[in-house]
């Protein structure tokens, strides 16, 4: 095996002493002074938002994903049946369901299940959608709300009732009460 020596390059005296890239980091930083100076003086349009006044619901694209959500059907049911999907492909495991029976003398009691609990801890959540592809009934959503708070780490926990409070409804075929199956 050969032993390779590698030149390396002679530095001329300003670039032993940094002063070249001092000078192009000068350069940039008194580029952006100037923009951000122009652009307090009116010369050119803002590009920072004013966050508290104004928000980004009407800028935000059709393909954003935000905090997730239960809905319910037109009739006021529960869509979720417990099947437990969205809770296994959850990446952080963000998601906690507890199925419960449904009542033999129910109506819809051909459908066996309904989640007894069901919580999302959006502290956990990195909001990346997989629950609403995996649901078989479209149970779960993904609201375009980017501004979820909370004073404790226990507010930002969502319960069954927050989450359909949230959610509201969507129409459509539900196969959970479809008669046909």
């Not at 009407?58 to 935000?66: Q, S």
């Not at 437990?84 to 507890?98: S, V």
């Not at 927050?162 to 129409?171: A, C, D, N």
């Amino acid at each position: 095996m050969a032993t390779i020596v590698v030149q390396r390059p002679k530095l001329a005296w300003h670039e032993r002493w940094f002063l070249s890239t001092l000078v192009k980091g000068l350069k940039i930083t008194l580029s952006h002074a100037v923009k951000t100076f122009l652009q307090i003086a009116g010369k050119k349009p803002k590009v920072t938002m004013e966050y508290p006044e104004q928000k980004w619901d009407e800028h935000l694209p059709e393909y954003y994903r935000g905090a997730p959500a239960l809905v319910t059907d037109e009739h006021g049911r529960e869509r979720c049946v417990s099947c437990q999907l969205c809770e296994f492909i959850c990446p952080p495991k963000a998601i906690k369901i507890i199925p419960g029976e449904i009542p033999s003398d129910d109506p819809w009691s051909k459908v066996e299940k309904r989640p007894k609990e069901f919580d999302i801890d959006m502290i956990r959540c990195i909001y990346c959608g997989m629950c609403e592809e995996v649901c078989p009934e479209q149970a779960i959503f993904l609201r375009k709300d980017y501004a979820i708070t909370g004073l404790s780490r226990k507010e930002m926990v969502h319960h069954k009732a927050k989450l359909y409070e949230i959610g509201g409804v969507r129409t459509g075929l539900v196969n959970k009460w479809n008669e046909l199956k």
